[in-house]
Nanobody, 122 residues
Framework: QVQLIESGGGTVQAGGSLRLSCEVS????????MGWFRQVPGKEREFVAT????????YYTGSVKDRFAISNDNAKATMYLQMNRLKPEDSAVYYC???????????????WGQGTQVTVSS
């Protein structure tokens, strides 16, 4: 079993920055990718970014590609999402996820964190 704990959410004004963290613990054998997703009430969970376990490949959804950066620090067993130039439409609950493949599909990820709220005010 893999446990994921997110932190770093909060409220920020438009144009500001936040950094989310996702601490990983447990049996990580077989985990080859980590991802960030977000969800607002009444909508499906949306892919944000993903990174392979060794940190050499990253993919982003188009709306965040030039503003967000995903990274990981295996020594600290932690994944990050640096979010810059935040917009009100980035407001959502952000979830980290872990799975066997580097994909953008939520149902391909086996393990999920509890989520952290990000609110961007205009």
């Amino acid at each position: 079993q893999v446990q994921l704990i997110e932190s770093g959410g909060g409220t920020v004004q438009a144009g500001g920055s936040l950094r989310l963290s996702c601490e990983v613990s447990g049996r990580t054998f077989g985990i080859h990718a980590m991802g960030w997703f977000r969800q607002v009430p009444g909508k499906e969970r949306e892919f944000v970014a993903t990174i392979n376990w060794i940190g050499t490949s990253q993919y982003y959804t188009g709306s965040v590609k030039d503003r967000f950066a995903i990274s990981n620090d295996n020594a600290k067993a932690t994944m990050y999402l640096q979010m810059n130039r935040l917009k009100p439409e980035d407001s959502a609950v952000y979830y980290c996820a872990a799975g066997p493949e580097l994909v953008a599909l939520a149902n391909e990820y086996e393990f999920w964190g509890q989520g952290t709220q990000v609110t961007v005010s205009s």
